[in-house]
């Protein structure tokens, strides 16, 4: 699914986060943004309508090292919360290399979690896509909030596959950065298969 420009020798990777309203989906990418340096990063861009927000940017981490004599950019996205806008939500996974699921920890959030990943497989499962075969980790967000679910009660109920989960507080910045990383591995172990 990845893009390859071959006259500036780039892998260009799609990373999408994805979750319930205000769960700290726009926080994750702003935070990262903020801390990647200016010349490694493009310009962070919003698409907002009067109802809905999408951010996005790429950036070109340099430790990574190449592929093939190719440098790997990854794209960074974020889909709007709301389920209402499930057509933008679609839209935005197509083409999608992998997937942070970002779930709130706050209990009056849990359905909205469930929802919003039941309906993220939906989503993949209308463009020919499956969990099972895109690299994918979850971020449990907001764990400084007094009344959060157990961190074991999140994992049974969202982590059904056991893929790799992180606990975050992305005001903050804790576990933003190990969360992209988990998931930027996943899909550099992908690329690397399909070489």
Do not use: W
């Amino acid at each position: 699914m990845s893009f390859i420009n071959y006259s500036a020798r780039e892998i260009n990777c799609k990373i999408v986060y994805y979750g319930p309203g205000l769960c700290g989906k726009t926080t994750n990418l702003k935070f990262i943004y903020g801390k990647t340096r200016p010349e490694s990063k493009g310009k962070m861009v919003s698409l907002a309508t009067e109802t809905e927000r999408t951010l996005f940017f790429d950036f070109l981490p340099l430790a990574l090292g190449e592929i093939k004599g190719f440098r790997t950019r990854f794209h960074l996205y974020t889909v709007p919360g709301q389920i209402f806008y499930d057509a933008s939500r679609k839209l935005i996974l197509k083409g999608v290399d992998g997937i942070v699921f970002v779930a709130d920890s706050q209990v009056e959030r849990m359905d909205a979690n469930i929802e919003s990943f039941d309906n993220m497989k939906e989503n993949l499962d209308e463009h020919g896509y499956s969990l099972d075969k895109i690299p994918y980790v979850i971020q449990y967000n907001k764990r400084d909030i007094p009344d959060c679910v157990p961190i074991d009660e999140m994992r049974r109920i969202i982590n059904v596959d056991s893929v790799p989960d992180f606990e975050a507080v992305a005001t903050k910045g804790l576990g933003v950065f190990d969360t992209l990383k988990a998931v930027v591995k996943l899909v550099l172990v992908e690329l690397k298969k399909s070489r």
